[in-house]
């Protein structure tokens, strides 16, 4: 009996480390799934690849090609049947002066129509691919201030929490005058307030980049952010290039490519409409049957339509009209780009130069002044009012010093979608791909 309760607790061990060693397991994988940290280039490949905007355009270029067949084919042939002199009055009573003619028909083109047919569908697919890439950099710009978005988060969470800190520093502070009868309770309460609004505030701002994520997983089709980090610094401007530079790579912007894919197109439709001036034949071949003699014979005809040419000017003139009026559309677009990339170039100088002043001067001087500010409350130099508003200066320093480089961030993210090329010379963590 000794023995079989020996066993019994050595099973007994066995299972509780059996569960001990399977609960850490489970836990520590729980962990490692959550702890994942996502790389811009990682956000814009699953996006490219599983993005639902981006599945429209093979299922267009299908129908497309579906379009290009139809356009080879050349006027169908046409069987026909005429039957005359057939239930008369007379003579022609009866079928005895029956006549049946059986007849093969179709139309000869003329001009070249087949072959400019498959051009503007030609020009129609070529100009589809170029939609996609627009659709693609959209995209890619979207993914990139969806991230940038979730930088800004970070260092936010980051100073809420700092601020936290900050405030139960300055409570424990007050609290030590407050028993030490020096500063009345009334300090104290504000205080313990001040840390509680300062706790809401990580949460509400711990929320705002939970819905963050979720938009940026959204655009790769998932419901559920399966990461809970980003990799890269808000801070990391980089050196830009001179705004002559910048403009001169506009002409990468594949929107300036719609305009010259439109342009073949409209040229097409136009040599399109032109065959539309030579007129087609129309032509039948066949046999006709004499019911009276009892005799067989061969029948051919063609007809051509008059004033083809005049009836196809009109179309011509449309044509031609549609084709010019991109011209000042593109020269209109230019114009607004540059306007635009003007403004974000500006802006962004600006936010930079915010930034690093924030950075290299101001902080640095209002952390001494809090420093200094404490320990002149504790000696009972300053009030309870200076030593808050040493606090609150700082803590609003470090947030201006967030939305500067925020703007700086989105700005050149703003400045890529329009030149279609990377901004920043050196940057390794923010920035939209070459690929």
Same mark, same amino acid.
């Given at each position: 009996m000794k023995l079989?309760?020996?066993?019994?607790?050595t099973l007994?061990l066995?299972?509780c480390? %059996?569960?001990?060693?399977?609960l850490?397991?489970?836990?520590?994988?729980a962990?490692?799934?959550?702890?994942i940290?996502l790389t811009?280039?990682?956000a814009?490949?699953k996006t490219l690849n599983?993005n639902p905007?981006?599945?429209?355009?093979?299922? $267009? +270029?299908q129908?497309?090609q579906?379009?290009?067949e139809?356009?080879?084919?050349?006027?169908?042939y046409r069987?026909g049947?005429e039957?005359e002199?057939?239930?008369?009055?007379?003579?022609?009573?009866g079928?005895?002066?029956?006549e049946?003619t059986?007849s093969?028909?179709?139309?000869l /083109?003329l001009g070249?129509k087949k072959q400019a047919?498959?051009?503007?569908?030609d020009?129609?697919?070529?100009l589809?691919?170029?939609?996609?890439?627009?659709?693609s &950099?959209d995209?890619l710009?979207?993914?990139?201030k969806?991230y940038i978005?979730?930088l800004?988060?970070?260092?936010?969470?980051?100073l809420a929490?700092e601020?936290v800190?900050?405030?139960?520093?300055?409570?424990? /502070?007050?609290?030590?005058?407050?028993r030490?009868?020096i500063a009345p309770?009334a300090d %104290?309460a504000r205080?313990v307030?001040a840390v509680e609004?300062a706790?809401?505030?990580?949460?509400?701002?711990e929320? $705002?980049?939970?819905?963050h994520k979720?938009?940026l997983a959204n655009l790769?089709?998932?419901?559920?952010?399966?990461?809970n980090?980003?990799?890269?610094?808000? #801070?990391?401007?980089g050196?830009?290039?001179?705004?002559e530079?910048? #403009?001169e790579?506009v002409?990468n912007?594949?929107?300036l490519?719609? #305009?010259a894919?439109e342009t073949?197109?409209?040229?097409?439709?136009?040599?399109?409409a032109?065959?539309?001036q030579?007129?087609?034949i129309?032509?039948s071949?066949?046999i006709?049957?004499?019911?009276d003699i009892d005799?067989s014979a061969?029948?051919?005809?063609?007809?051509?339509?008059?004033f083809a +040419?005049k009836?196809?000017?009109?179309?011509?003139k449309?044509?031609?009209a549609?084709?010019?009026?991109?011209?000042f559309?593109?020269?209109?677009?230019?114009l607004?780009?540059h306007?635009?990339?003007?403004?974000?170039?500006?802006?962004? /100088?600006?936010?930079?130069?915010s930034?690093t002043t924030?950075?290299q001067s101001?902080?640095?001087?209002l952390?001494d002044a809090?420093?200094?500010?404490?320990?002149?409350?504790q000696r009972? &130099?300053?009030s %309870? &009012?200076?030593?808050l508003?040493a606090?609150?200066?700082?803590?609003n320093?470090?947030?201006?010093?967030? /939305?500067?480089s925020?703007?700086a961030?989105?700005?050149?993210a703003e400045? +890529?979608q329009?030149t279609?090329?990377?901004?920043?010379?050196e940057?390794?963590?923010v920035?939209?791909?070459?690929d």
């Amino acid at each position: 009996m000794k023995l079989i309760c020996l066993d019994g607790q050595t099973l007994l061990l066995r299972v509780c480390l %059996y569960c001990a060693f399977s609960l850490f397991t489970v836990s520590f994988q729980a962990y490692a799934s959550t702890n994942i940290t996502l790389t811009l280039a990682e956000a814009i490949k699953k996006t490219l690849n599983q993005n639902p905007s981006l599945n429209v355009f093979p299922l $267009r +270029e299908q129908g497309l090609q579906a379009e290009r067949e139809t356009a080879q084919l050349s006027p169908a042939y046409r069987v026909g049947a005429e039957l005359e002199n057939v239930a008369g009055t007379g003579q022609l009573s009866g079928t005895k002066s029956a006549e049946l003619t059986v007849s093969l028909s179709s139309v000869l /083109e003329l001009g070249g129509k087949k072959q400019a047919r498959v051009d503007v569908v030609d020009q129609k697919l070529a100009l589809t691919q170029i939609k996609k890439q627009i659709t693609s &950099l959209d995209l890619l710009s979207t993914v990139t201030k969806n991230y940038i978005q979730l930088l800004i988060d970070k260092q936010r969470i980051q100073l809420a929490k700092e601020e936290v800190s900050l405030a139960q520093a300055t409570a424990d /502070e007050v609290n030590k005058r407050v028993r030490a009868a020096i500063a009345p309770k009334a300090d %104290y309460a504000r205080a313990v307030a001040a840390v509680e609004q300062a706790r809401l505030n990580v949460s509400r701002v711990e929320q $705002r980049m939970h819905a963050h994520k979720m938009a940026l997983a959204n655009l790769w089709g998932e419901m559920q952010p399966q990461f809970n980090n980003v990799a890269g610094s808000l #801070f990391d401007y980089g050196s830009s290039r001179s705004f002559e530079s910048l #403009f001169e790579r506009v002409k990468n912007n594949p929107s300036l490519a719609f #305009f010259a894919a439109e342009t073949r197109l409209k040229e097409s439709e136009i040599r399109l409409a032109k065959t539309q001036q030579q007129a087609d034949i129309d032509w039948s071949v066949g046999i006709r049957r004499s019911a009276d003699i009892d005799e067989s014979a061969l029948v051919a005809g063609f007809s051509v339509p008059l004033f083809a +040419e005049k009836r196809a000017e009109s179309a011509v003139k449309s044509a031609l009209a549609a084709r010019n009026e991109i011209t000042f559309r593109q020269q209109d677009f230019l114009l607004r780009i540059h306007t635009q990339l003007y403004q974000a170039y500006t802006a962004r /100088e600006q936010a930079v130069t915010s930034a690093t002043t924030l950075r290299q001067s101001i902080i640095p001087q209002l952390t001494d002044a809090l420093t200094q500010t404490k320990t002149a409350y504790q000696r009972g &130099l300053y009030s %309870y &009012l200076d030593f808050l508003t040493a606090r609150q200066e700082l803590l609003n320093a470090k947030r201006a010093l967030i /939305e500067a480089s925020a703007d700086a961030l989105l700005l050149a993210a703003e400045i +890529e979608q329009l030149t279609a090329e990377p901004l920043l010379i050196e940057q390794n963590n923010v920035g939209i791909s070459n690929d």
